[in-house]
């Protein structure tokens, strides 16, 4: 394993401590205003084991949480644990945390002109949008595999495509369950617009989780989605992504890239209630 050694030495390089005592006042303040305004809006939008892992983990309106607390609470849950990063980190780092159970979290808090939408995440997205989703076992175990199965695209030339499969389940998924449809993608629950856009606007698409349609979608990271994807439960996702990729990854080299906004020929959008 030395390639996984030498991984792990890059892999500490981009880890920094989160400083929480070094936030201001106002920063807290940005925190208390965006967490406010979506926990208005999640009740009956968000699914419940991401209401269920707020809760659990005493996330909440009064400042940005410190990593360290907020990792003894999942780590006696999941497994997980927070590490702090200063933004973005390369494919290869990313994806070797995930497959150690730890979630890079940026620790820097956008600015207040923008507080409706970012192109990088920070911690508002990293912590508030993926975190208590961690609390749910089978989605833990589904984040883990994903990061095993990063490392393995890396290495197969496929990145490409199984990055779609990230964006359309853990960044923009929708769930159906009893009650209705469900936001489980981190990437909406972090965002006040795309929380009742992709509920309740008859613009964007809904399809059924499809594997290998997914990783032909093509996204757009500067706008609301064209498409969603709909699981019917997390056991569904975990088990449909459970195979070995090779294959897959081999026969979609011949097939072409979808656009978001296209439907295929004989595919219908989910109806949502008018
Ligand atoms: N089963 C995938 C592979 O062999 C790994 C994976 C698991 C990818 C879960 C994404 C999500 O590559
Ligand atoms: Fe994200």
């Known amino acids: 394993m030395v390639e996984d050694a030498a991984l792990a030495a890059t892999v500490s390089e981009h880890i920094i401590e989160q400083g929480w005592a070094g936030y201001q006042p106002a920063q807290h303040g940005i925190w208390r205003q965006l967490f406010e305004r979506q926990a208005k809006l999640l009740p ?8 269920r892992g707020l809760d659990k983990l005493a996330i909440a309106a009064d400042g940005i949480p410190d990593f360290e607390r907020l990792s003894d609470l999942l780590e006696a849950d999941t497994g997980w644990r927070l590490v702090a990063v200063p933004g973005l980190v390369p494919d ?11 979630f890079p979290t940026t620790n820097w808090i956008r600015k207040p002109a ?13 912590l508030f949008g993926h975190v208590p ?18 490392l393995k695209a890396l290495r197969l030339g496929a990145l490409p495509k199984l990055a779609r499969l990230y964006w359309y389940t ?9 009650e209705g449809l469900r936001i489980y993608g981190a990437g909406i629950l972090s965002s006040f617009e795309e929380s ?15 594997l290998l349609r997914i990783m032909r979608t093509r996204y757009r990271i500067d706008d609301l989605q064209d ?12 088990e449909a992504t459970r195979p070995d990729f090779t294959a897959h990854y081999r026969h ?11 439907l295929l020929p004989g595919e219908v959008a989910l109806d949502i209630a008018a």
């Open 44 to 51: 009956g939008r968000a699914c419940e084991a991401y209401l």
């Open 92 to 102: 290869d780092v990313f994806f070797y945390l995930l497959a150690k159970r730890r």
């Open 114 to 126: 923008q507080l409706d939408y970012l192109q990088e995440p920070d911690v508002f997205h990293d």
């Open 133 to 150: 989703l961690l609390t749910d076992p089978v989605f833990a175990d589904y984040l883990q595999a994903y990061g095993r199965g990063g």
């Open 170 to 178: 853990v960044e923009f998924g929708l769930i159906e369950t009893p």
């Open 196 to 210: 009742r856009y992709c509920l309740e606007s008859r613009k964007p698409n809904r399809l059924p989780f499809d």
């Open 227 to 238: 498409v969603y994807f709909v699981i019917e439960s997390f056991e569904q996702l975990f």
């Open 252 to 262: 979609l080299t011949h097939q072409a890239d979808i656009h978001p906004g296209e």
